[in-house]
C-alpha cells in the first residue's frame, strides 16, 4: 500500500500526458487540466458521478527565500468528483467528493549534523477523502486522511537523490537515523468559511479550521481575493502554507491577487514529539499573498508564504514559495 500511496503522490510531480481539447458552454474556461483528457465539462449534468475537476499544488522554501530547512517542500493534489457543476459546491454533504494526495518532507536545518534542538527529519505521505458543501451562506469542506510517515514512506531516499542530482547538500546518515520513525495517523479536518464581496471584485473570506491527527490545532484567519479568479470555481486550501489553489476552473482570462493569514492554537504535533523534548510554540501564524493568472490556454500561480516559529528551538521563521503551472493544449 505505501509503495502505491508514494507512486501515486510523486507521479503527479514527475508525470503529465497530453489530453485533447475540449468544448465548454459560452464563456466558460477549460475547468480543468487536460492532462487528463477523459474529464469531461464539469458543467455538464450527469446521472453519475464523475471527475470533474483536478488542481495541485507544489511549495518549497527553496522558491520562497532560497534556503532549504524546516518546512522543506511539498506537493499536493486534489481530484473533485461530482454530478456537476453549478458554480457553488452542492447543499449536500457526500455529493461533491475531493480525493487529495500529499507528500511532504521536513528537514533540520542542518542536514548533514545532528543538532538535538532543531526539528528532526520527517517524510509524510497522506491519502484523503473530503466533500465540500454550501448551507445557509456557509462553506464547509470536511474529510479525512490516513497519514503515513517514517522511512517506509522511502521520501528520505526520495530527497537523497534529488538532492544528488542537482548538487544540493544530502542528509546524512546520522540526519535520517534520528528521523521521526514509521506511524501511521488518522487525521480529520474541517473548515466553515463564508465570502463576503466587498464591492467591485473584492472578495473577503473569513474561515476557521479544526484538525485532530497527526496535529491537533484550531485555527482562525481570513483571504482576501482581489479579481474574479476564484469566483464561481472550487478552491481547495493547501495544509502547509493555507494557500488556497484551484481544482475545478472557471474564469475568463485575468488576474487575481490574494492576500491572507491566520494563526492556530496547536496542542500537539507528531513531527515535533514531546517525548524527545521538543516544546511547541502554542501560537502558529502565517500570512500569504499570492497572483493568480489566466490565460486563454494556460494559466499560473505564484504564492509566497510567512511562516511563524514552530518549536521553542526554531531560530527564526521561514518564507516558502508555491507554484502551479498548466498548460492547455
Known amino acids: 500500500m505505501l509503495r502505491k500511496l508514494m507512486a501515486l503522490v510523486t507521479g503527479v510531480v514527475a508525470f503529465s500526458t497530453p489530453g485533447v481539447s475540449q468544448t465548454y458552454p459560452a464563456g466558460a ?115 479525512a486522511d490516513l497519514v503515513v510517515l517514517g522511512p517506509q514512506t522511502q521520501l528520505d531516499h526520495l530527497q537523497d537523490a534529488l538532492h544528488g542530482l542537482v548538487g544540493a547538500p544530502q542528509p546524512s546518515d546520522a540526519v535520517l537515523g534520528a528521523q521521526i520513525g514509521d506511524k501511521i495517523r488518522p487525521t480529520v479536518v474541517a473548515e466553515v468559511a463564508r465570502t463576503y464581496g466587498l464591492g467591485g471584485s473584492v472578495d473577503l473570506r473569513p474561515f476557521a479550521e479544526l484538525r485532530a491527527g497527526d496535529e491537533t490545532l484550531a485555527r482562525i484567519g481570513a483571504d482576501f481575493t482581489f479579481g474574479q479568479i476564484g469566483r464561481g470555481e472550487l478552491l481547495s486550501r493547501e495544509s502547509v502554507t493555507g494557500q488556497r489553489y484551484r481544482v475545478i476552473q472557471n474564469a475568463p482570462p485575468g488576474t487575481s491577487f490574494t492576500l491572507g493569514g491566520d494563526i492556530a492554537h496547536v496542542t500537539e504535533s507528531v513531527y515535533l514529539p514531546e ?37 521553542s528551538g526554531q531560530r527564526e521563521s521561514q518564507l516558502t514559495g508555491s507554484v502551479r503551472i498548466k498548460l492547455s493544449f
Open 29 to 143: 474556461t477549460n475547468p480543468v487540466d487536460t492532462e487528463y483528457s477523459n474529464v469531461p465539462s464539469p458543467f455538464e449534468d450527469s446521472a453519475r458521478r464523475r471527475q470533474i475537476g483536478y488542481g495541485r499544488l507544489f511549495t518549497n522554501d527553496l522558491i520562497g527565500d532560497g534556503k532549504d530547512r524546516w518546512r522543506s517542500g511539498s506537493i499536493t493534489a486534489s481530484h473533485a468528483y461530482g454530478y456537476h457543476w453549478s458554480g457553488a459546491a452542492p447543499s449536500q454533504f457526500g455529493e461533491l467528493l475531493e480525493l487529495r494526495l500529499q507528500g511532504e518532507i521536513l528537514t533540520p536545518e542542518n542536514l548533514k549534523r545532528v543538532n538535538p534542538s532543531d526539528r528532526p527529519w520527517a517524510g509524510a505521505l497522506s491519502l484523503g477523502l473530503h466533500t465540500h458543501a454550501q448551507i445557509g451562506g456557509f462553506e464547509y469542506a470536511v474529510g
Open 275 to 311: 517525548d524527545r523534548g521538543y516544546s511547541l510554540e502554542n501560537a502558529r501564524g502565517r500570512v500569504r499573498a499570492g497572483i493568480h493568472w489566466q490565460g486563454e490556454s494556460a494559466s499560473a500561480f505564484y504564492g509566497l508564504t510567512y511562516l511563524g516559529k514552530e518549536f
